[in-house]
C-alpha cells in the first residue's frame, strides 16, 4: 500500500469518526453558527494558530539538523537506562506484561487506537472548542499542543532513547508492524525511531483528556471518553512496543505542564515576557562598567 492510499484510509476513517462526535457532541445548530460566524473565532486564536504552526515549522523543517545535534553534538543515550530502571523498579518493564497477554482482538484494538483514535482525539476538540461562543478554550488548547511539540523537540534533542520493538527484538515484538505492515509508510514519514522519550502519543493525548476534565461543564460527556481514548492510546504505545514505561511517564508530566502553560499564559504574554527578559539583559550589558 502507498503513502497515498495509507493517508486517504486515514482520512476517510478519521473523518467519519469526527462528523459523528460532531452531531452527537456539538450538535447541528451549534455547528451552523460556528460555520457562520468563523472569521472572529479564527481572529480570536490567530495567535494560538501562528504559535502552533511556527513549531511545527520548526519541528519538521530541522528534521536533519535536530538528528545530527542529538546523534553527534548534545544527544545521551538513556534506552539502557530506561530499560534497567524499569526492571529496578517494576521487577519487568511493563511491556513484557502487555505483550504476554496479547490476542488477535486486543492487537486490532490498539493498532486502530494508535492510528485511527489519536488522530481522532487530537482533532475532534478543536472542532468542538471551535464552536463554543467564546475561544479561550480553543486557544488554550492550541497553545498547550505547541508547548508539547516545543518541550517535546528539546526532549528529543537532548535525550536519544530507542523504543523496545528497536532494542531487542527477541525480547519485544513490533505489533504495529506485524498487524499493520502499511502503517510503516506513514511512520517513517512522520517521525524517527529515537523520537522516544516522551512519548508524545501520550502527552498529547493527556493533554485532551486534561482539558476535557476542565471544560467538562461544556461537554460533559466528552470527558470519559477522551479519557478511555487517551488511556488506551498510552496503553497501547507500550503493548506495540513503541515506547517504555518511563515514556509514558514523561507523557503524562509533560501533558500537565503543557495544560498549565496553555490555562496560564497566552502567546502574547510570553512574547512580552521574553522582549522584556531581552531587554533587560542588553541594558545590563550596555551598562558601563559591567564588563
Known sequence: MTLAQVVLELTLVVTTMLVAATLVFVGPRRLVAAVRGYRWRLEACLLPIAALGVVLALRWSTRDVVLRLERRVIGHNI?????????????????????????????????????????????????????????????????????????GLLCYILFIAYGPRNFDPLLFEPLLYDAFPQSRTLTNQVNQNTNVFPSLHTSLSMTVFFLAWLTRDRYPLWVPLSGFLAVSVALSTMYLGIHWFLDVVAGTVLALVSVYIGVNYTVDGIVSTGRRHLSRRFARIGRPGDD
Open 79 to 151: 534506552t539502557h537506562t530506561l530499560f534497567a530502571l524499569e526492571q529496578r523498579l517494576l521487577g519487568e518493564t511493563p511491556v513484557v506484561f502487555l505483550q504476554s497477554i496479547q490476542t488477535e482482538t486486543l492487537t486490532e484494538f490498539f493498532v486502530f487506537i494508535y492510528i485511527y483514535g489519536y488522530a481522532f482525539l487530537l482533532l475532534f476538540p478543536i472542532i468542538a472548542y471551535f464552536a463554543l461562543e467564546e475561544m479561550e478554550e480553543l486557544s488554550t488548547l492550541l497553545l498547550a499542543f505547541a508547548a508539547n511539540y516545543g518541550i
